[in-house]
């Protein structure tokens, strides 16, 4: 017993015997939140993300280094809208830190400052694995990104006031980049309005929204649930009749529907990062996920369908 | 029930300040409802051999059997579960059992923890699952097999659930530290029986985990549990009491891994448990006023290790090997008793397991499992095959890791 006691009291040392950091830990639960709060915060924030690009957000589990990187958390930056409801909730409960609970003062939404799109009317889980407050993927949308840099710079600057101005500075720095961006990829992607285009899963409402894309079918029957032989054989009819002109698809999802697809037809398929580090070189970096994003469009569309040849 | 209706109700007068619950779009389900989910738990057994499941060296506790044979629906679940205000979170799980036809509804869980405890501290009172152990606080319908393992089933009844208070503090570290215990009243094997007043059994347990590379983490465990039990009756039937004190020590680890982390077409969770249990005191084997009484000193040990590869989207495969070893001192092995299997110790009961499954989605799930059980005394085998079938109906489960 009393070895037992021992060993219990030298990993209570093991615990206690670390440095605290200056900086301001934010944990992001998704890569974009975490780009964002890099180029927002700099050397103030020390960000830890979730998750990346490659996992499926909607199938994470609470390990135990979210809850210790939760436990030490003093800014928690989330989708929000039910996106992390699998996890979130668990790793509250184990993550035992109140400065991140719902409401207090540590807890950033970023659904909460967008327009929320495919709201269903009602929700029943027949339908798939839906969202009642709408698609929570937001960030395919770089307008929203810009609405949400705003409130995060002031929940930055409102939790470590003594760097407010450097929040506020590097606020306005991002703001005039990122808006100049936005209007370069617009203009590049208008070529892009009212292509019809089939995705892999219902990930893409509000880049569609931004570019004018009109989305005929998904590759999953319902969101959430995998795509069967019968699904792909009815959509493989309705693609030989309509003109539709690519795939568009995300890093960490299934490719196999994907290359089904692709070996029948001569539509070719479109991965996009989906969030940053989704494809090699948008690591962190938000501007980076665009460019490549309306780059690996256009070459998507540049394909004519006749040639076939899936990338 | 009525302690805990008190313990609920001394939480609530703690709390003070009772706050209006805050606003929550994340955790909560939007509006001021409880979050309310039903499990739909039914099997298919099938059983070679229809021998009494006892297992040499061991007196097993209450609910031990395996599933009836034949068609059953187990155990169905109601789990009801809101924040109380900015302070408490109340859990409660209702099962609904079928016992020899009649309709059994027990509480299985029903606990407040406190959501806003300063310095990474989380304390729960009222009836939970211990966090001992891996597999303990996971619920039946969480678990990878249809069954427990045999050390949980020889040295636990099961699952090890109890009505008491647990203190939990979780270290300001990158490595996950956790660090607890819990006070309990002594209700639960291996504690049990009569004049239960006070904390007559007591937990602690330690806590170690993180990430191996994008793709792999990993938690281990180390734990201990000290009871004590009064006229602690055995199985359903047999008329056999214990009187003494039970100690269990115990080990865990499970490693999960996905290629980049990504679980969504290929994972792999691989897991194992030991512990040691020491009993001594003194058992009486009392049928119908012919009772004989020994002197009992125990040394009990049980092992398993499991690993689950999901190789096709919704597809799992699994294998199981669990193993149970006894070295009891019985002073007095009376012929045809519970004693004589208690003494009965040479034996090293085994159990090969592997199963299939497949989810449709995260709330359903479809499982064949073959077991080739080599538990029962004088190595006598059986081969058991079941199918099972879980649904989750209501709001969305957990991932817990």
Redesign the interface.
């Given at each position: 017993m009393n070895r037992l006691i021992t060993l219990f009291l030298s990993v209570l040392a093991l615990g206690v015997a670390q440095p605290a950091s200056a900086a301001l830990k934010v944990f992001a639960c998704e890569a974009e939140w975490a780009a964002l709060a890099h180029a927002l915060g700099g050397d103030d924030v020390d960000v830890y993300s979730a998750t990346t690009a490659l996992q499926d957000v909607h199938k994470i589990q609470a390990r135990p280094s979210l809850i210790a990187r939760y436990r030490k958390a003093d800014l928690l930056v989330c989708t929000g809208a039910e996106l992390e409801i699998g996890w979130l909730p668990a790793l509250a409960r184990k993550g035992n830190n109140p400065d991140l609970n719902p409401g207090a003062r540590g807890y950033f939404e970023a659904s909460r400052y967008v327009t929320m799109l495919d709201v269903p009317a009602s929700v029943d889980r027949s339908q798939g694995d839906v969202h009642p407050y709408g698609n929570p993927h937001i960030q395919t949308d770089p307008r929203n990104i810009a609405r949400i840099a705003g409130p995060l710079a002031d929940k930055l600057a409102e939790l470590d006031p003594a760097h407010a101005s450097a929040y506020a500075q590097r606020y306005a720095d991002f703001a005039t980049r990122w808006t100049a961006a936005v209007s370069r990829w617009t203009e590049a992607a208008a070529p892009l309005k009212g292509i019809q285009v089939i995705s892999a899963h219902k990930a893409w409402t509000y880049l569609y929204d931004w570019l004018g894309l009109d989305e005929v079918a998904s590759l999953e029957p319902k969101p959430g649930i995998p795509p069967s032989g019968a699904h792909l054989q009815a959509l493989l009819e309705q693609v030989r009749q309509q003109p539709v002109r690519m795939i568009v698809y995300a890093a960490y999802q299934d490719p196999r529907p994907i290359e089904w697809m692709t070996q029948r037809t001569d539509i070719p398929a479109v991965k996009l990062p989906f969030s940053p580090g989704g494809i090699e070189g948008t690591e962190d970096d938000l501007f980076a996920t665009f460019d490549v994003t309306i780059r690996n469009l256009l070459a998507g569309l540049a394909q004519e369908p006749d040639q076939g040849a899936a990338p | 029930m009525q302690r805990m209706l008190l313990a609920s109700l001394a939480g609530s007068l703690l709390g003070i300040t009772a706050q209006p619950a805050?606003?929550?779009?994340?955790?909560?389900s939007?509006n001021f409802n409880p979050k309310i989910s039903l499990i739909l738990d039914g099997k298919y057994a099938h059983y070679s051999n229809d021998t009494e499941a006892e297992i040499p060296g061991f007196l097993l506790g209450p609910e031990t059997e395996p599933p009836a044979s034949g068609f059953s629906i187990g155990e169905s679940e109601l789990v009801i579960e809101s924040n109380i205000d900015?302070q408490f979170?109340g859990w409660m799980t209702i099962a609904l059992e079928n016992e020899d036809g009649e309709t059994v509804v027990a509480v299985e869980e029903a606990y407040v923890?406190t959501?806003?405890?300063?310095y990474?501290?989380?304390a729960k009172f009222g009836r939970f699952y211990s966090d001992i152990g891996y597999l303990n606080r996971h619920h039946p319908h969480a678990w990878d097999f249809v069954d427990a393992p045999l050390v949980y089933r020889s040295l636990l009844a099961g699952q090890l659930g109890d009505d008491g208070v647990q203190l939990?503090?979780?270290?300001?570290?990158?490595?996950?530290?956790?660090?607890g215990g819990e006070a309990l009243r002594g209700a639960a094997y291996p504690a049990g029986g009569d004049n239960r007043s006070g904390i007559e059994a007591w937990t602690?347990f330690?806590?170690?985990?993180?990430?191996i590379g994008?793709g792999g983490?990993?938690?281990a465990g180390?734990w201990?549990y000290a009871g004590t039990a009064e006229d602690r009756r055995s199985g359903e039937d047999i008329e056999t009491g214990f009187t003494g004190d039970s100690r269990i020590?115990g080990i865990d680890f499970v490693y999960?891994w996905a290629p980049?982390?990504?679980?969504?077409?290929h994972n792999l969770v691989i897991q194992a448990e030991a512990m040691r249990r020491s009993e001594n005191g003194t058992v009486v084997h009392d049928p119908d006023g012919g009772a004989v009484a020994s002197r009992y000193d125990g040394d009990q040990v049980g092992w398993y290790v499991q690993g689950v590869y999901q190789f096709m989207?919704?597809w799992r495969a699994g294998l199981r090997y669990d193993r149970l070893g006894a070295s009891n001192d019985v002073a007095n092995p009376a012929a045809d008793t519970t004693l004589a299997l208690l003494a009965d110790d040479g034996d090293a009961p085994q159990r090969y397991s592997a199963m299939v499954d497949f989810s449709?989605?995260?709330?359903s799930r479809l499982r064949l499992q073959y077991n080739r059980d080599e538990s029962r005394p004088d190595g006598q085998s059986d081969d058991q095959i079941y199918l099972q079938y879980i649904f989750s109906?209501g709001s969305?489960?957990?991932?817990?890791?």
């Open positions: - | 805050l606003a929550q779009t994340q955790t909560g939007g900015d979170h923890d959501l806003a405890l300063p990474g501290l989380a939990r503090w979780l270290a300001p570290t990158d490595l996950f530290v956790e660090i602690a330690t806590h170690v985990g993180g990430d994008s983490s990993w938690r180390l201990h020590t999960k980049n982390g990504n679980p969504l077409v989207r919704r449709n989605s995260e709330f109906l969305h489960p957990a991932h817990q890791f």
